[in-house]
């Protein structure tokens, strides 16, 4: 049974659309909180296009549950992570012309750098997840950065348009998680998953959690966030024996 971690960042998009101070993604945690997320999710972007330096570390004090920060590659949001100590780093691509993250971290391509990265945060005591596509080149590379856990992006999965394309890129999804798993990384997976979609992915033995933000925040403009999160709760929890 994976458990559940809400990235509030879409609460955090809205309120910056005014440039004001509602509605607040640190009271969105609590909302999270008290529903029964696991985990809260929030990525801090360069560019601060959403949460800001002062969410995550109002965050960091009164969250309860696990937090989690996705950040990217970054001198200055590794400072940062370094100061306010998550419990866990995500590290994500990032582009500034991109609307969401729109695939998997090149571990492959760039071991040395995550390497010294995992090892940085290894030491200070923050476990380190990688966000990579879930193809066995990535997970092997991730294995052997070091990192603690690896998100397999679901992206491909959640977009697929015919049933061949679903059942294809569940596939490879699935098979990502036991390659994962035999190289013990624990197993997180996200991205584009929603009410529709998610219960396939939760019956994935291996998979210890999933995060999900955009379909949890989009629900709650119609019942509320507390109810919008308990749902998606159900949805991935229905399988626990």
């Keep these: 049974m994976p458990q559940l971690g809400v990235n ?3 609460v955090a998009t809205i309120r910056q659309a005014r440039r004001g101070i509602e509605p607040d993604p640190v009271w969105a945690a609590v909302e999270a909180q008290l529903a029964g997320a696991d985990g809260i999710t929030l990525h801090l972007r360069e560019d601060r296009r959403h949460i800001q330096d002062r969410d995550l570390r109002l965050m960091k004090e009164t969250v309860q549950v696990k937090l989690n920060l996705e950040m990217a590659l970054s001198d200055e949001i590794i400072a940062i992570a ?3 100590h998550p419990e866990q780093v ?3 691509p990032e582009k500034r012309e991109e ?3 729109e695939g998997g971290l090149d571990v492959a391509g760039q071991e040395a750098r995550v390497t010294k990265a995992a090892r940085t945060f290894a030491e200070a005591g923050i476990a380190v997840s990688l ?4 193809e066995p080149a990535q997970i092997e590379a991730s294995a052997r950065c070091r990192a603690d856990a690896v998100e397999l992006h679901t992206g491909r999965y959640a977009d697929a348009r015919t049933q061949a394309d679903a059942e294809a890129t569940f596939a490879q999804l699935a098979s990502g998680v036991h390659t ?3 190289l013990e990384l624990v197993c997180h997976a996200g991205h584009g998953l929603n009410y529709a979609n998610v219960r396939p992915v939760a019956e994935i033995p291996e998979l210890s959690e999933l995060n999900i933000g955009h379909s949890i925040v989009s629900r709650a403009v119609f019942v509320g966030l507390r109810q919008a999160v308990a749902e998606m709760k159900g949805l991935i929890t229905v399988y626990e024996v």
């Design 99 to 101: 609307v969401t993250t």
């Design 180 to 182: 994962a798993t035999e």
């Design 8 to 10: 509030i960042d879409h």
């Design 90 to 92: 995500t590290l994500v």
């Design 131 to 134: 966000f990579i596509d879930p």
């Design 82 to 84: 370094l100061e306010v």
